[in-house]
């Protein structure tokens, strides 16, 4: 989905990759895989698939239940995602690296190029069904990290949407990252648990709509299926939380195709138009 931003990023993450690979005894084969801004990179080894991330030493230390091994460990086996396998970290001057080695899935993503959807992929009524079930399951989950922490939305939500912050905001267990780059075809898979934890009730649906705007069919098809959620006062909360995430990507230079679709279902919630979007970089 992603290419490394710089030679010198390119470089010091394929030297990681062989570092873990050696230290794992996985013979890694096939392209590479990069995230976003080059911050992460797989490759397949065999029937596994070797992920190498980096982060700054400061940053250094998995934190319990967070992030993929927190997954591995409080969601549900029931909900479809890669299994892990081992992990190893380590740190070298100003960075600190964290590996994993995961099922190698091989079906594709829906969007293996980008986040939001250009086509309808005609997913079958067993595939909603399966994200559904998926999502419910994962809302028993014990959550422990704050993904969209409550600071970012008082600040954002009139940045973003042009209204106050709401006074309250519910939570349940999620993925943190539902677009279509992390969703595959049959069988449903659900990739890349970075950012799983206690999110706004409706974010999940709400975010994955926001990334099928330009497919009107898909986009309704979400609000269908998740309708008890979206169509709840927390769900619309959930929903805008979404919509102001992707307004602050767009104010960062990312979706300007999308924006147009952002600003007017932003809009068709609130009755208020967002603020022109200009360069931003509130945290989340």
């Not at 994200?131 to 399951?137: G, I, K, P, V």
């Not at 912050?165 to 943190?176: C, D, K, L, N, Y």
């Not at 919509?243 to 990312?254: D, I, K, P």
């Amino acid at each position: 989905m992603n290419s490394p931003p710089s030679n010198d990023v390119q470089t010091l993450m394929q030297a990681a990759h062989d570092r873990a690979a050696k230290a794992l005894g996985l013979a890694c084969k096939g392209p590479l895989a990069w995230g976003f801004q080059g911050v992460t990179l797989g490759r397949q080894a065999g029937d596994r698939w070797l992920r190498v991330s980096r982060t700054a030493r400061r940053n250094a230390g998995r934190k319990p239940g967070e992030g993929i091994v927190g997954a591995s460990l409080l969601v549900p086996d029931a909900v479809p995602r890669p299994r892990l396998y081992e992990v190893h970290d380590w740190t070298d001057g100003e960075w600190a690296f964290e590996a994993e080695v995961l099922d190698h899935v091989t079906h594709p993503a829906v969007s293996p190029e980008r986040a939001d959807l250009h086509h309808d992929p005609h997913l079958p009524d067993e595939w909603w069904a399966g994200l559904r079930r998926a999502l419910a399951l994962l809302a028993e989950a014990e959550g422990l990290k704050a993904t969209v922490r409550d600071g970012w939305i008082e600040r954002a939500f009139p940045q973003f949407l042009g209204i106050p912050a709401p006074a309250e905001v519910e939570r349940v267990t999620g993925h943190g990252d539902l677009h279509w780059g992390n969703l595959t075809t049959m069988p449903l898979t659900l990739l890349d648990w970075e950012r799983w934890g206690l999110v706004p009730y409706g974010y999940d649906a709400g975010l994955l709509h926001a990334n099928s705007l330009l497919v009107p069919d898909v986009a309704e098809r979400i609000r269908l299926e998740f309708a008890s959620v979206l169509d709840t006062p927390a769900g619309r909360v959930g929903e805008l939380a979404a919509l102001a995430e992707m307004l602050q990507a767009v104010a960062r230079g990312w979706y300007p195709d999308l924006a147009p679709c952002l600003l007017a279902r932003a809009e068709s919630l609130t009755g208020v138009r967002p603020p022109v979007a200009v360069n931003s970089e509130v945290s989340a």
